[in-house]
């Protein structure tokens, strides 16, 4: 019964920091409320016995994607209000695809299908270990794809930090194409220059060397 209560507390933390990230004022704020929001769902990972998913989702997306989003914030000279304008006017389309899935969410979870009554999760062995269990998930049965997702996220890295320098001022932007573009002799110039034979030990050099009488 505790546990449930403790969902429920949670939950409707979850939903209360998600509405206040969409609708913060302060671009700030709103990386505050979502990072609550994080932390509510780290918990209710944790009600479900899954330690290592609730402690990757507080290490992984408060501590380096919240970073990251901070981050464009401050640098991307982003002007809000401008952006704010036309927020009313799609308020009714997001209110009828909220109306919309909050009916399908009812529909599934009262379905006979669906037991929630008699749903119970069975407690683990002794000495089970779920993050070893997924580790050999991820680098077994799904490697591919966990290999496939890294080169997404870091593809993501590149081109969210080249459409930041891109056109700004007192920033070093290479442009791609005209790297590739480039040619041999538009970097190279090859110079010739005269041999100069370097005196031997004990022998004067050539500006030093007195004219014969």
């Not at 998913?53 to 970073?67: H, I, K, Q, W």
């Not at 669906?114 to 991820?138: K, T, W």
């Not at 110039?189 to 030990?201: F, G, L, S």
């Amino acid at each position: 019964m505790t546990s449930v209560v403790i969902f429920y507390i949670f939950s409707a933390v979850l939903l209360l920091a998600s509405l206040a990230t969409i609708t913060a004022k302060n671009p700030v704020h709103a990386a505050l409320y979502l990072m609550l929001s994080f932390f509510s769902g780290a918990m209710l990972w944790m009600l479900m016995k899954a330690e290592f998913l609730a402690v990757s989702l507080v290490l992984v997306y408060v501590g380096a994607v919240m970073v990251l989003f901070l981050f464009v914030v401050m640098m991307l000279d982003i002007n809000f209000e401008e952006l704010r304008k036309g927020f009313w006017k799609h308020v009714p389309l997001a209110v009828v695809v909220a109306v919309i899935m909050v009916a399908e969410m009812i529909l599934v979870l009262t379905h006979k299908a669906a037991d929630l009554p008699g749903a119970h999760m069975p407690e683990p062995a002794a000495g089970y270990n779920n993050a070893r269990v997924l580790g050999n998930l991820i680098y077994t049965q799904y490697f591919l794809p966990f290999q496939l997702a890294a080169a997404l996220l870091l593809v993501g890295m590149i081109t969210a930090i080249a459409l930041t320098l891109r056109k700004r001022k007192n920033t070093k932007y290479q442009n791609p194409a005209q790297q590739i573009a480039v040619k041999r002799d538009d970097r190279v110039r090859i110079v010739k220059m005269n041999a100069e034979a370097r005196p031997t030990a004990g022998e004067p050099a050539a500006d030093e060397q007195q004219p014969n009488a």
